[in-house]
């Protein structure tokens, strides 16, 4: 929304002249924010978590999974980033192949990458053919013995190269992994919040019949403010309580972050930021054309709101 946008500095200055404690104490903005939250997403989509940083909120998320399914495996894209911590090391491969290499409950399928990916736009059915690798790779895992505990991806996959999967790519492998009884996450910690433009969510561009089982929130949700969420349906959050273990978060959702949270929630409604994402980011994408004709290097301009990616080659017919 804006560096120090005056309106998020404001919701921090006053709520911290009031109180700021927490999250054992029970305060009214935690509750107002997971509502307001709620209201983005499809209802399926109803329990909230709230944490310090993306990092935070995608180990956590793992742990959701793992607790609902019973399972540890994990699937994720190649070239993907989760986060910082130990376990979200384990399952980006672009950390990991640098670091202790692949753990034998990580499983690595090909990025949907429709320009320079195995199936491209010429394939007949690209969607059909990335998903079947998802497939293959839950029945060689089965083969030796392990389970599915969740697909793990970024809705638009950043660090991978800005990729935008086809549309149908996600129901798919959805449908792939539910079968082996895992569930679905999507990291939407770089890409959410109107970033796209044209959806309050990157996973909303799969289509309306798509709803991930977690989402995982980070970056612009508090516009710099350390703050996270998860989101996650009744029946995985019930998975996790029954445990008896609850979850704490020491100020996860104290009154501070929240009252960040709703501040950046109200600029974007209020400036209309999705719409302005759209408009910039078609404005700049339709620049970016015009350098590709003019410049071989260039190969490939795609992009969605303002999230956008620049291929540049040295031949063009690999």
Same mark, same amino acid.
């Given at each position: ?11 921090? *200055? ?10 054992? &104490? ?33 180990? #956590? ?17 190649? *070239?993907? &980033? ?27 399928? %090909?990025?949907?990458? +429709? ?12 969607? +059909? ?15 030796? $013995? ?19 999967? %086809? ?34 969510w990157a996973f909303q561009l799969q289509g309306e019949d798509f709803i991930p089982d977690i989402v995982t929130m980070g970056k612009p949700i ?9 989101? +996650? ?18 100020? $996860? ?27 910039? /980011? ?5 620049? #970016? ?9 260039? /190969?490939?301009?795609? $992009?969605?709101?303002?999230?956008? /990616? ?9």
């Open positions: 929304v804006g560096h120090c946008h005056p309106d998020v500095v404001k919701a921090a *200055h006053e709520q911290n002249q009031l109180l700021n404690t927490n999250s054992r &104490y029970l305060h009214d903005n935690l509750v107002d924010y997971a509502e307001r939250l709620s209201k983005t997403l499809p209802e399926k989509l109803c329990t909230f978590y709230f944490l310090n940083s993306g990092s935070e909120a995608n180990d #956590l998320a793992l742990r959701l999974a793992r607790q609902y399914t019973n399972h540890e495996d994990v699937i994720v894209l190649d *070239h993907a &980033y989760h986060g910082h911590l130990t376990s979200l090391i384990d399952i980006s491969p672009y950390k990991f192949r640098n670091l202790e290499g692949q753990k034998e409950w990580v499983h690595v399928a %090909p990025l949907p990458d +429709t320009y320079r990916g195995i199936y491209r736009e010429d394939h007949e059915d690209s969607v +059909t053919a990335y998903a079947t690798e998802v497939r293959h790779i839950i029945e060689q895992a089965h083969e030796r $013995g392990r389970k599915i505990a969740a697909f793990f991806v970024e809705s638009l996959p950043s660090v991978g190269g800005q990729i935008i999967p %086809p549309a149908g790519y996600f129901q798919k492998v959805a449908e792939h992994v539910h079968k082996a009884g895992g569930v679905f996450i999507a990291d939407e910690i770089q890409v959410g919040f109107g970033r796209v433009g044209k959806h309050f508090g516009n710099g403010h350390p703050v996270a969420c998860v989101a +996650t349906t009744k029946e995985v959050a019930e998975a996790f309580s029954a445990t008896g273990v609850e979850y704490f978060n020491t100020f $996860g959702g104290n009154p501070v972050s929240c009252a960040v949270g709703l501040a950046v929630l109200d600029v974007i409604e209020k400036e209309d930021l999705q719409a302005h994402a759209t408009e910039v /980011g078609n404005f700049l994408i339709n620049l #970016l054309k015009q350098q590709q004709i003019k410049h071989p290097i260039i /190969g490939d301009v795609r $992009g969605c709101g303002l999230f956008i /990616g620049v291929d540049l080659i040295k031949d063009q017919a690999q």
